[in-house]
């Protein structure tokens, strides 16, 4: 019971990252804070720090998180964009400040400290000390190349010219920066574009973002874009500091912050902090907290890596910035598998550089615990300027004729269907699957780029598709052909973008099976347990058969997985939308797991671990890579592990296998390995 426990709320801990990571990295809209995105992370390497049998290879807890959009050419990084680790407390900085005394002993050693911007990390490559390409951080290991988008701010230089450094010339090298928009140029863009009746940008950092994805590059001209420089590196000279990489990337031209400061001690890297919380709202451009990084980059090589992150650096977090407003009214979205969220209407507040009129209010259970009623004044709270939240209700000022207030009883479609809770849940459910807010999130999952991706069937065109009747299942999605007429009589429908729309649905048709059995919607079915599913069961037909016994033997399927999945086929109507769905031609079977016997590869068959950090490839990578070739991965070293893949500070996972008489290889023999499977 105790461990059932412990996975649901690990695989309860992985859905709301990887959620949060795709609207941040992928559609340029956080849903939670920085704070409750680090929580999340922290209590997540807890529970797989004192559980380690419960350890899975693609856990967030492992990956760099990713902005690849696969609308640019893919590039990898000559040396990995690592994120760093991120804290909010000075003990932790503290802490920080004794591991790395502990590793550097008796040496002498300093910190810079610099701004934390809020923009957007991009890589910029010069080859003869000409600009020769622009690549964002991506997953870390590759990112997506913008030169064109990146050459526009005019901030950047274009050529450096025989600049020399300890007497050699700065010819090949990269510097990395951060990309934003400045407070008021924001305010002034989301002006025009109020003026001009379009959509505002939420924040400078999702503006930034969103503009240096555009594939447009007259557009992106026209926005104010600015840089700072933070990085500098090149394999002919053998730089020092840090601070002194700085000045060199001021003396080049590049635009650099003008706050960094170095610091003796961690006292003065405290007192720094300190000094630019107070003072953030004083800067033109936002900030989030503090880059403490050690100086020396003889200290940086020495102190290493460890998982994703350098033992060189640390960032210090701001608390998030908070204001007070009159709730006006409490309204309930209702999610593509029923979950009703409650949403504070508000009265209009300024906030971290942007309007706020709703915010989130979490669940039943959150409103009753804070006792919020309409009509209170109610502290909203704002970190990292994403959504905001309403944290707490000021009682001193609440009406004394207030009402508590009622969750509601059914569903707020004209259903109105009676809600569901169910055990162990904190939110209420619709269950009607005709709920019309239902069907839109079911076909808005199914079309968007996480599953089949299909172009030009976004949100807003699926909200008009399903009022206007054309869409009722995502099934309807590849009937969309035969009413070609009646789109094109809509308005901002043309020939070319209903054969942009076409295309994109007949592509949709060959995505992999994992892919397809993702965009189903099966509750508690992600990504990553598609895959899984994909590969153990081969086809959806096998699959629908599986009995619960089967499910709960796979590897990473638990108890509430397999129940959801079952009851998804269970399902008459589900059955029905998939039979169609077959008739279209989409891919139920898995490719790979059909013709793998024509590979000659030594992982076919096998069940492999990988261990430590590793250098060539990112774990979801190499899991990918020995999943194409016919292995699967497994979280933990038992009995049935075939071979295990370490790399740098390998643990415990390495002790264990060494125990078994389990195989063990190299990351470099892999490597390989993987080359020579590989067609000429």
């Not at 040496?107 to 990390?121: T, W």
């Not at 500098?232 to 500091?241: A, G």
């Not at 569903?411 to 109105?416: A, G, K, T, V």
């Amino acid at each position: 019971m105790f461990s059932k426990i412990i996975t649901d709320r690990i695989n309860f801990l992985k859905i709301q990252i990887n959620i949060a990571n795709d609207n941040y990295y992928l559609k340029n809209n956080p849903n939670i804070s920085d704070l409750e995105y680090d929580l999340l992370i922290a209590e997540l390497v807890k529970l797989e720090e004192e559980n380690p049998e419960y350890f899975s290879i693609d856990s967030p807890t492992q990956l760099v998180g990713s902005d690849i959009t696969n609308s640019f050419a893919q590039v990898s990084h000559k040396r990995p964009m690592l994120s760093l680790g991120n804290t909010y407390s000075r003990e932790e900085v503290l802490n920080f400040d004794s591991r790395v005394k502990n590793i550097l002993g008796d040496e002498n050693y300093s910190y810079s400290a610099e701004l934390k911007i809020d923009g957007v990390a991009v890589s910029i490559h010069y080859e003869k000390g000409k600009f020769y390409q622009a690549v964002t951080r991506g997953n870390g290991e590759e990112g997506e190349e913008i030169t064109n988008n990146v050459k526009t701010i005019k901030s950047i230089p274009l050529s450096i010219n025989n600049f020399k450094v300890y007497d050699y010339i700065l010819d090949d090298f990269e510097i990395r920066g951060e990309i934003f928009i400045k407070k008021n140029d924001f305010y002034l863009m989301n002006s025009e574009r109020e003026l001009i009746g379009e959509k505002l940008f939420a924040n400078p950092r999702n503006s930034a973002s969103g503009t240096l994805k555009m594939l447009d590059s007259t557009i992106v001209a026209s926005r104010p874009l600015s840089m700072f420089g933070y990085y500098l590196y090149s394999e002919n000279i053998e730089l020092k500091s840090h601070s002194e990489n700085l000045k060199i990337l001021k003396e080049i031209g590049v635009p650099t912050n003008p706050h960094s400061r170095v610091c003796k001690s961690i006292f003065e890297v405290l007192d720094y902090c300190d000094e630019w919380e107070n003072k953030r709202d004083e800067l033109e451009y936002e900030i989030d907290g503090v880059v403490i990084k050690i100086d020396s980059l003889k200290h940086q090589d020495e102190l290493g890596f460890v998982s994703k992150a350098p033992r060189w650096a640390i960032a210090y977090k701001f608390s998030s910035k908070k204001t007070t407003t009159k709730l006006k009214g409490i309204t309930f979205q209702v999610g593509r598998l029923g979950t009703i969220t409650p949403v504070a209407e508000l009265e209009p507040i300024l906030l971290s550089g942007s309007t706020i009129r709703r915010a989130t209010l979490n669940n039943s259970d959150f409103i009753i615990l804070k006792d919020i009623r309409i009509g209170d004044t109610v502290v909203i709270e704002k970190g990292g300027d994403v959504i905001p939240k309403v944290s707490e209700v000021v009682i001193s000022e609440r009406n004394v004729n207030s009402i508590q207030f009622s969750f509601p009883t059914h569903c707020p479609c004209h259903f109105e269907t009676l809600l569901t809770r169910p055990d162990g849940e904190v939110n209420f459910y619709c269950e009607n699957p005709d709920c019309p807010s239902q069907i839109k999130g079911r076909i808005s999952h199914f079309s968007s780029r996480a599953a089949l991706d299909i172009e030009g069937l976004g949100e807003k065109v699926v909200d008009q598709f399903v009022e206007l009747g054309l869409l009722e299942t995502y099934a309807d999605i590849y009937d969309l052909e035969s009413k070609k007429k009646q789109i094109l009589e809509l308005e901002r429908w043309g020939i070319k973008s209903i054969e942009n729309l076409l295309n994109g649905i007949n592509e949709s048709k060959n995505k992999p099976f994992a892919k397809v059995l993702f965009a189903l919607g099966i509750r508690h079915v992600g990504s990553t347990v598609a895959k899984i599913l994909s590969y153990e069961f081969g086809s959806l037909n096998s699959l629908i058969e599986a009995t619960f016994d089967q499910l709960v033997s796979t590897n990473e399927i638990g108890v509430k997985i397999a129940e959801s999945v079952i009851r998804f086929f269970s399902n008459d109507t589900n059955i029905k939308i998939i039979n169609r769905l077959k008739e279209s031609g989409l891919n139920f079977e898995n490719e790979m797991k059909k013709n793998i016997d024509s590979i000659n590869s030594p992982f076919f068959g096998k069940t492999i671990v990988l261990t430590g950090t590793l250098m060539h490839y990112s774990r979801e990578k190499a899991s990918a890579l020995i999943e194409e070739f016919g292995g699967k991965t497994s979280s933990s070293v038992s009995k049935k592990t075939d071979l295990l893949i370490v790399g740098l500070d390998a643990g415990s996972k390495l002790i264990k296998a060494n125990s078994l008489g389990v195989k063990i290889i190299t990351e470099d023999v892999f490597k390989n390995m993987i080359e020579g499977l590989k067609p000429n």
